[in-house]
């Protein structure tokens, strides 16, 4: 008998069938001696419509009235969700974020989870209750309902599993787990079967959309193991786990490209210290999540900044970097252009040297231009011509083998 | 400075456009000085649709996982009436009905209410913010959501009006207030100024469909006045109150018809002690709500019984009956007939005669003929034909002459 906490997202509730066909997953595992918390998401579109009805009605409505509204998402589906399994025969009650002891600080639409004191959880598990418990919520202190932001169903499940000390975790969505690289674009993408936090935490933060960074982060620092799986059929996901010695056996986990992002180039900048702080600052105080950054350094004390920024924050970095450009009396915006951000990631990356060159080569050989470079511990990313990009992540792909069975570990 | 309690239902808050409407009518009540608590009820429709979800996965959902699932409707309302009000720069903080301290028993769909604290309400209104407050719901001793059932908004209001010790309680609805007769029928009905909460009660329980009796019921218990009036004009409503001396002076208040009802012949019965007391308690346990009874005894022990109960009873008051006369071997359900109900109300009944023999009479000399009589202290129905109902009523209303304008009291 284990303890089971499963998240099902939005899309995999997303109508009464779907319901239906969770209820009746979980009834398989609860039949197999198990006791199983079911995290889940509003169905979707719930979320959206309500947003919308808010918006109608104030430009930029109140966060702590956002939270009340859009907690009513997730408390629909617990509330479905139970009843579909008793449909089954199969005993569950639901739980709302508060219920659930999921306590929170007082940041309205954003909060940080505080505690997790799984509230009268294991006492209706133990009494043979499936507990269905409402993701992406929890309550402050004030006894006021809050919400998680983007991803906040997964942040939920993985803090519930820490708290009630889960033997398994499982994340169900709509892919089958994480993959080498994304299947749509290189048909030899395999899925990985075991990646570390940092690696996750990495491929999260580019194009492999599968998780929001916060859920993982919270897994990495209460070491919960995880597994990325499919809502939809019984494959194994991909199990996402503290880094092991043998991980580094593999030199590079997956290959990603991000084709949302632009590179900014500023010339005729001052070569003083202190230039390129102001800039930068001023990036940071629009909120602007500047990425790679080159200056070069030209004749006469004079230099030219290069960086790139996703493409949502082109134009709020434009103006900010204009306005101080203005204040300092020196330098233009030369132009922003789109980019694709190319990166490949793995631990192993810290004992392996000869990465960074084989990439390079790989990308020389067939002609593409690298235009900046930014590097971590696991990672490397370069931009590149969005028009290449897919080509780029194929060869890639390629290049390092990923598309080889790894060892399991 | 007055605290003011409002409820605003279903309809009233039935699309964005009305929720805004509501949101300028509590923003003038506001800049009058005025504390406000407002109750509002779930947008028409939305229920509906979560009723249809629940029954569409289960044929008898669980009633804990109904109140779940019913309780997010008000959750939505009572956020977007906070957003609407914040846009006409009204302070406002929504509470749900577990937040406003609404304490319930353990009854799920239909519990009754033990106590409200109001939570932090004075605190919020002597900061300067309206409340809203999630009618319908409140949470029992477990932390777990409960609803009142049918009419709870009314209830939730006045709940909380006794509680905050409210200067008034208003409970805003479709129509202008209480009438002396359906207007739809009677064109000459006219709003009723003040009405005894017994009046109002007796109204409430025949055609009069503008309050469930239970919210009136507890306004009786605790003594809180309450006024019924329109949510879409500002004409003053109809004030329920507690029964003064002066209201005496009128004989009649209103009248009503109810055209649901039906009229059962069990013929044959043997006049024994005991007889009816069988009948009557196996339409008890069948849940069927006898009205009006006649037993007309025959030669030879023989008897009839005739009673009257809703339409909505009658499948199972005829089943209940012929169950019964089987087990005790003698009479049968001669009819089950369909019949209007025609009832006049008024507390100056206690102290004035001849109300009777004034509604015989004008009946008698339309030919309508009666079928059953029943009285309390405060009102007399009698059963007639439905296709004579409307005639009736417009008859009566004439013959107690409501469309007069009362003294006011």
């Not at 918390?37 to 919308?52: D, E, F, K, Q, Y």
């Not at 579909?84 to 639901?94: D, I």
């Not at 000390?165 to 169900?172: E, F, P, S, T, V």
């Amino acid at each position: 008998m284990a303890l089971i906490v499963q998240k099902y997202g939005g899309t995999s509730v997303g109508d009464l069938e779907r319901i239906r066909n969770v209820a009746s997953r979980v009834k398989k595992n609860h039949e197999a001696g198990n006791e199983i918390v079911v995290v889940v998401s509003a169905r979707s579109g719930v979320t959206n419509r309500l947003v919308a009805d808010a918006r109608s009605l104030h430009p930029n409505p109140n966060e702590r009235e956002m939270d009340m509204l859009l907690a009513v998402g997730e408390q629909e589906t617990i509330a479905l969700m139970a009843i579909a399994l008793h449909r089954l025969g199969v005993p569950a009650v639901s739980r709302t974020g508060g219920q659930a002891g999921i306590k929170t600080d007082f940041a309205h639409t954003r909060a940080r989870i505080v505690k997790v004191t799984a509230g009268d959880i294991r006492e209706q598990l133990s009494e043979g209750n499936v507990v269905i418990v409402a993701g992406f919520q929890g309550i402050n202190q004030h006894n006021q309902i809050t919400t998680f932001g983007r991803g906040g169903s997964d942040l939920s499940a993985i803090a519930l599993a820490s708290s009630l000390n889960a033997d398994q975790c499982q994340i169900c969505t709509d892919v089958d787990g994480v993959f080498t690289a994304d299947p749509r674009i290189v048909s030899t993408a395999r899925k990985i079967s075991q990646i570390s936090y940092d690696e996750m935490l990495e491929l999260a933060s580019l194009g492999s959309k599968v998780m929001q960074s916060r859920a993982v982060e919270f897994a990495k620092k209460f070491d919960v193991e995880f597994e990325v799986c499919s809502s939809f059929n019984n494959k194994p996901g991909t199990i996402v786990k503290k880094e092991a010695a043998s991980m580094e056996e593999v030199v590079v986990r997956g290959a990603a490209v991000d084709k949302d992002q632009v590179k900014i180039v500023v010339s005729q900048v001052h070569d003083q210290p202190g230039t390129a702080a102001k800039v930068f600052q001023a990036l940071a105080d629009a909120e602007v999540n500047v990425d790679m950054i080159v200056q070069n350094i030209g004749h006469g004390g004079i230099a030219n900044l290069t960086f790139s920024a996703p493409l949502e924050d082109a134009f709020r970095a434009e103006k900010a970097v204009g306005e101080i450009l203005d204040l300092m009396g020196g330098g233009k915006v030369e132009g922003v252009d789109r980019i694709a951000k190319l990166s490949v990631v793995g631990v192993g990356m810290r004992t392996h040297s000869g990465v960074a060159a084989k990439l390079f080569t790989a990308l020389a050989e067939a002609g593409i231009n690298i235009q900046l470079i930014s590097t971590s511990e696991i990672k490397i990313s370069v931009a590149i011509d969005v028009d290449k990009a897919d080509a780029a992540l194929r060869l890639v792909h390629e290049a390092f083998e990923l598309e080889k069975e790894e060892t399991v570990l």
